[in-house]
């Protein structure tokens, strides 16, 4: 590449020469028309001493004037031709300087015929704006664009409206075609690093070729006036450590952001739980939480912060039992003899903890998780950087869903994406991880919040309007379980309504809650299509 360069620069600067002796010649050239003699058909043959009258040579003065007039305007010409042509030679050469000179945000593809200078600075404009560096300060939830997850074969979306699905396979050719490039270009840049990659990491970048079949999860959101953001995550069959690749199209070719490697075999989750009664949910989650956590993950500390005295000896009995059968100690009782308040409870399980910085998963005790989606909680949070609101598919009433009022069938039955199964609760923030230090300095919970809700929304806010990144995406991995909720009358006029619209949408699906309005109407036909059809066998 030096010699390269060289010899580039050396051709170059022959040509700037030879433009410039042509420059020289061409200016000889004039002076040389203007100073020749006069023209020989001036002075006529003919008899001696034959003159010519004076309009006959200002004729022949303006006609050479006319000449010169004329020759001047052509050099003119190639003079301002040549300098065009010099301007956009050291224009080529900047641009040429400047790509080489560029920091870390390159172009996948080259080509030739790009324009660059005030381009380049643009696409580069578009990064800063879409969020990849520093978090974007927002007025409110609705002002921030949520991300959709896939994998190399689903894509999970929140806006469903009354067509969509929840997890659907990308049958739009665009669709393939676009998570299949992005999908491409993230395993070259990992198989094909540049110097740069990984020089930020303090973990080694280990030479290893990944495979589409290594592809995780990926999150992916688009910004209609900036372009698209991918977040890609590979990893090795039972390996602990990820590769991330971060892309970003600016409404034209994919630009580099990153490359990174990602240990998340050290990170420790603090899941902390608030609770109040509610025994036979908890001894639910406690099984959801052996399988995952102690059996699977082996890196969660479970803190619960129980607020009464009902039913605390059966939670205390059900901590020991964990600890006793399965060998797990990481865990911390809190009681708590005061009204229930979720973001009370969040807030004492978080100052609690006196380790250090820790990674705090916020959970309720009738949401189910995969070990997917620790490791994406692990990776969509960052101290001082970012952190990850999950948005949970909410499961309907599994009586009205399946139809059996007396016996719902089996949780890990109920746990799937359909449309008549649940939905993406996208107004819900309850959900969520962070770091300590975050959480501590962002202020933490709104304690003057009682009762139900208002809290997340509180704590989410000042997320967005702080310099954090916030990731907000489905996640296929996390799961609310249906259950009665009844709205008090001590709530507030807003916390009321939050309620009543949390219930009306847990229920069950749009066709399921028509089927129920209508049943009469629905029964009424059937008997009459009964009739006709007994009547008909008569007949």
Not at 59 to 74: G, N, T
Not at 93 to 121: A, M
Not at 353 to 375: H, I
Request: overall charge negative; charged content about 25%; aromatic content about 10%.
């Amino acid at each position: 590449m030096p010699r390269r360069g060289l010899l580039f620069q050396g051709r170059v600067r022959w040509f700037f020469l030879g433009l410039f002796l042509l420059l020289l010649l061409l200016l000889f050239a004039f002076l040389l028309d203007c100073n020749a003699p006069a023209d020989d058909s001036l002075v006529m043959p003919g008899l001696a001493g034959e003159t010519y009258g004076k309009e006959h040579y200002q004729i022949m003065l303006q006609e050479q004037e006319e000449r010169h007039l004329s020759r001047a305007a052509s050099l003119k010409r190639q003079i301002a031709q040549l300098k065009q042509e010099l301007q956009e030679m050291s224009e080529k050469l900047k641009l040429l300087e400047y790509r080489k000179e560029l920091p870390g945000v390159q172009g996948l593809s080259q080509n030739n015929d790009q324009e660059p200078g005030d381009l380049l600075d643009f696409l580069h404009s578009q990064i800063e704006k879409a969020e990849v560096h520093t978090g974007a300060h927002l007025p409110n939830e609705y002002a921030l664009v949520p991300f959709e997850s896939f994998t190399s074969s689903k894509i999970y979306q929140l806006e469903m409206g009354l067509t969509r699905h929840p997890e659907v396979k990308p049958a739009r050719k665009d669709r393939k075609d676009e998570l299949a490039e992005v999908i491409e270009a993230a395993l070259d840049l990992i198989n094909n690093p540049d110097e740069e990659d990984g020089v930020e990491d303090d973990i080694p970048m280990q030479k290893q070729t990944y495979k589409e079949s290594d592809f995780k999860e990926g999150i992916h959101r688009t910004e209609r006036d900036k372009g698209s953001l991918y977040e890609l995550f590979f990893s090795k069959v039972e390996s602990s450590t990820f590769r991330h690749v971060t892309l970003f199209r600016p409404f034209g070719p994919l630009m580099k952001v990153r490359s990174t490697s990602v240990e998340t075999s050290g990170m420790m989750i603090n899941i902390i739980l608030p609770l109040a009664g509610r025994m036979k949910t908890f001894s639910q989650f406690l099984l959801n939480f052996r399988k995952v956590c102690i059996q699977q993950d082996r890196q969660v500390h479970l803190t619960v912060v129980y607020f009464g005295q009902t039913d605390l000896k059966e939670v205390k009995l059900s901590l020991e039992t964990l600890s006793s059968e399965d060998g797990f100690h990481k865990y911390t009782l809190i009681p708590v003899n005061e009204e229930f308040s979720r973001g009370r409870g969040l807030d004492i399980g978080a100052h609690a903890w006196d380790k250090g910085e820790v990674l705090m998963f916020f959970c309720d005790v009738d949401v189910q998780f995969t070990l997917d989606f620790l490791n994406m909680c692990r990776l969509h949070t960052a101290p001082n950087k970012k952190v990850f609101y999950p948005v949970v598919f909410s499961l309907y009433n599994p009586a009205i869903v399946h139809g059996n009022l007396e016996l719902a069938p089996p949780i890990e039955q109920q746990m799937v994406h359909k449309k008549d199964y649940g939905f993406w609760r996208d107004f819900g923030f309850g959900m969520m991880c962070h770091y300590r230090s975050d959480f501590l300095n962002i202020g933490g919970f709104d304690l003057e919040v009682k009762g139900w809700g208002g809290e997340d929304v509180h704590l989410y806010r000042k997320y967005l309007r702080s310099d954090l990144i916030v990731i907000r995406t489905p996640v296929s991995g996390l799961f609310h379980l249906w259950h009665e909720k009844n709205c008090a009358d001590e709530l507030t006029p807003e916390q009321y309504r939050m309620c009543i619209q949390s219930k009306a949408m847990n229920e069950a699906s749009h066709s399921h809650m028509g089927m129920l309005v209508f049943r009469e109407e629905i029964e009424a036909h059937l008997r009459k299509q009964a009739f006709k059809s007994q009547n008909k066998a008569q007949v």
